[in-house]
């Protein structure tokens, strides 16, 4: 089993639908954790991290439920700038490394 | 504007040939991360180091890959010989704070 999974993808949405993205984690002693964009082509970049909490940016909610292993991301009002390959990452036990699912494509459409 | 450089961009080679990637981490960043990202694998984690030490070289293969940290300002990745499998986009990335920033990568592609 890998250490972090994610919904398969891809997602293909109209403009201004909801979507939400789940990733769970193996790895119980796990501290941080992060949703990262990647468009095409392109390196990865932060989008959000993830606090206990949960915590909102925008259109962009992310959630985790530490019980579950389960960390979420909600984009709501989608645009067409959103299509990109979202990456749930968890920092490592001791907090020394970040481990990447392999990504939820999204795509939407006009 | 802070930001990990890689070179090459691009690195197109003979199977069999040495190919050296080379990172610039982010000023101050006491952790550097390489990471090879392919269609079929996504991002997979070949190797770390925090202060110039490595802590973790796991995810690579060991007979034919090496990384190195010579200094503060320069880590490299290392293939000898290289190989067709070895076709993907490296990447290097510098973390601060728990946030990690990544380079543009290089993409190698082995002939």
């Known amino acids: 089993r890998k250490e972090v999974e994610q919904d398969p993808g891809p997602f293909n949405v109209p403009e201004g639908a909801t979507v939400a993205f789940n990733c769970t984690y193996s790895n119980s002693a796990s501290q941080s954790f992060f949703w990262y964009r990647q468009d095409c082509r392109k390196e990865p970049k932060l989008l959000m991290s993830?606090?206990?909490s949960g915590n909102e940016d925008g259109r962009f909610t992310a959630q985790l439920n530490r019980a579950s292993q389960y960390i979420s991301l909600l984009i709501r009002d989608s645009k067409l700038s959103d299509s990109a390959t979202y990456l749930c990452?968890?920092?490592?036990?001791?907090?020394?490394?970040?481990?990447f699912g392999p990504g939820t494509r999204l795509s939407v459409l006009p | 504007d802070a930001r990990v450089t890689q070179t090459p961009r691009h690195k197109v080679t003979e199977m069999g040939q040495e190919v050296t990637m080379r990172c610039q981490p982010i000023l101050g960043h006491n952790t550097v991360f390489w990471y090879r990202q392919t269609m079929m694998q996504g991002l997979e984690l070949l190797a770390y180091?925090?202060?110039?030490?490595?802590?973790?070289d796991s995810g690579m293969p060991k007979d034919r890959f090496s990384a190195e940290m010579p200094d503060a300002t320069l880590a490299t990745l290392k293939i000898q010989p290289s190989e067709p499998r070895d076709s993907a986009v490296y990447f290097c990335a510098s973390d601060r704070d728990a946030e990690a920033f990544f380079g543009q990568g290089t993409r190698l592609t082995v002939v």
């Open positions: 180091f925090r202060n110039r030490a490595p802590l973790d």
């Open positions: 990452v968890v920092n490592g036990a001791g907090g020394q490394n970040f481990v």
């Open positions: 993830v606090y206990s």
